[in-house]
């Protein structure tokens, strides 16, 4: 796939030194940072990842943690109401 793109040229000007400094091609140094930007783009599925498998393992069903969160979220928004019910010490 070939992908033409339009470039300022105070940055064309630094992605040739940047390039050049790494003894890389234009097209080399380009390619391998859009690979990196790629590489580092990860869904939201793949970030819960280690929370969704410490949720599974807890035994806790989809229900019970539904509720928890809810009561969570409730309380938070109660706090910042300024309506939590707490007595002020």
């Known amino acids: 796939m070939t992908v033409t793109i339009n470039l300022p040229p105070d940055l064309e000007n630094t992605l040739r030194r940047h390039a050049a400094r790494g003894g890389q091609e234009v097209s080399a140094f380009v390619l391998d940072a859009v690979k990196e930007k790629i590489a580092k783009a990860r ?36 706090e910042k109401d300024g309506r939590s019910g707490i007595p002020a010490a």
């Open 43 to 78: 869904t939201l599925d793949e970030i819960c990842v280690p929370f969704t498998k410490a949720v599974a393992a807890s035994g806790v069903s989809n229900e019970e943690f539904d509720q928890f969160f809810e009561g969570v979220r409730e309380e938070a928004w109660r």
